[in-house]
């Protein structure tokens, strides 16, 4: 079992930056893949970013490419999202997900299907 706690939601005018965090339980450079997914009520959450704690390798949704960086820091089990340029469609409840067993080299797809544990959430609000 993994245990995912996100922080750093909030409220921001469009343009402005935030930094999600993301606790990882028994975060290791062999853990599952781990990744940022995204959802507004009544829609189907979405891939944001993805990153294999192994390798780092990442991925990217089109819609934030150049504008978020996902990271990890092993040591201190937490993986990362940093948002910049924010833009009124980036609100949504943003969570953070891990996949069973041991992710390779190579990000992950940015599909939710293969993620299985799940955090809590932390919502995102973006106002123009």
């Known amino acids: 079992q993994v245990r995912l706690v996100e922080s750093g939601g909030g409220s921001v005018q469009a343009g402005g930056s935030l930094k999600l965090s993301c606790e990882v339980s028994?975060?290791?450079?062999?853990?599952?893949?781990t990744g940022w997914f995204r959802q507004v009520s009544g829609e189907e959450r979405e891939g944001v970013a993805v990153i294999s704690p192994r390798s780092g390798a990442t991925d990217y949704a089109n819609s934030v490419k150049g504008r978020a960086t996902i990271s990890r820091d092993i040591a201190k089990s937490t993986m990362y999202l940093q948002m910049n340029n924010l833009k009124p469609e980036d609100t949504a409840m943003y969570y953070c997900?891990?996949?069973?067993?041991?992710?390779?080299?190579?990000?992950?797809?940015?599909?939710?299907?293969?993620?299985?544990?799940w955090g809590q959430g932390t919502r995102v609000t973006v106002s123009s």
């Open positions: 028994k975060y290791t450079t062999s853990s599952g893949c």
């Open positions: 997900a891990s996949t069973r067993g041991s992710c390779g080299s190579d990000a992950p797809p940015l599909g939710p299907e293969n993620f299985v544990y």
